[in-house]
Every structure is written in structure tokens, then in C-alpha cells.
């Protein structure tokens, strides 16, 4: 890893502030370019569930972040209701750990 690989995964980790701050815009960017909103609020259940409550169901699971790429990427049914997510198979996994490490950090 290089030190700028070490500061990107630290603030994935979650420590950083301003690391957030400035993410902010991207991954926003980001889950409007890979279609996440138009089923997905952060406060409301819409086609899918909040990302709040995926933060919540999932808080305190070491390995969320795993689990909710690979939902992602692979669609899931059955966990929230009877409407399943589709797949998104075109997404990377840098994308993938960093949606759904945004979505761990929505705290209700
Ligand atoms: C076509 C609508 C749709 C789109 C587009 C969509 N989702 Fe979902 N999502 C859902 C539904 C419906 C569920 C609930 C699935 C279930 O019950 O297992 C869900 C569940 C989830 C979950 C929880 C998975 C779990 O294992 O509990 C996460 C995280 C998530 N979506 C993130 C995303 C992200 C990130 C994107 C964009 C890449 C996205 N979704 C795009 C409809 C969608």
C-alpha cells in the first residue's frame, strides 16, 4: 500500500473528518451514477430500504461491509420484503466497499 492508499483505507475506516467532508461530493456522485437513489433514500424507505436502517440492522457486524457488497453486487431478495434489489454486477469493488461503507456510516 502506499501512503496515500493507507489514508484513503483509514478514512474508510472511518476516522477522519475532514476525509468524509471531502468524500462527501464523490460519493454522492457516485450513488446517483449507479442508479442506488432511485430506489434508495437515506431517512425513508422507498423501493428499498433506508440506508439507515441498513446501518442499523448491520451495526456491530465486523464484517457488514462485506456482506452489503456483496448484496449489492450480487442483488438480494427476501432480507427486507418481497421486492428484491437487482444485481449490479458492472460495479468495482473499490465502488462496492465504498457504498456500502458509506451506507454502515448513516447512523439513525
Ligand atoms: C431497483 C431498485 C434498487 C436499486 C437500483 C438499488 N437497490 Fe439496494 N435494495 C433494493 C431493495 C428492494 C432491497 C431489499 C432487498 C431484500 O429484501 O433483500 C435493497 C437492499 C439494499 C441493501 C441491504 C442489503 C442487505 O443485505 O441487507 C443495501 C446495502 C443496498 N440495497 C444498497 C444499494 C446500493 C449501494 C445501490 C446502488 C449501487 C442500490 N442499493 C441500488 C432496491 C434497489
Redesign the pocket.
Known amino acids: 500500500m502506499t501512503p496515500k492508499h493507507m489514508l484513503v483505507a483509514l478514512a474508510l475506516i472511518g476516522g477522519l473528518p475532514w476525509a468524509h467532508a471531502q468524500d462527501g461530493k464523490e460519493i454522492k456522485e457516485l ?1 446517483q451514477a ?7 433514500s437515506v431517512d425513508e424507505k422507498v ?3 433506508a ?1 439507515k436502517s ?1 446501518a442499523a ?2 451495526a456491530g457486524q465486523a464484517d457488514a461491509v462485506d ?2 457488497s ?3 453486487r450480487n442483488g ?11 444485481a ?1 454486477s458492472s ?1 468495482s469493488g473499490d465502488d ?1 466497499k465504498k ?2 461503507t458509506w ?1 454502515m456510516a448513516q447512523k439513525p
Open positions: 450513488l449507479s442508479g442506488c437513489m432511485s430506489c434508495h423501493v428499498g430500504p440506508f441498513v440492522k448491520y456482506t452489503l456483496q448484496s449489492v438480494s431478495r427476501g432480507k427486507w420484503g418481497r421486492t428484491p434489489m437487482p449490479h460495479l462496492l457504498l456500502t451506507v
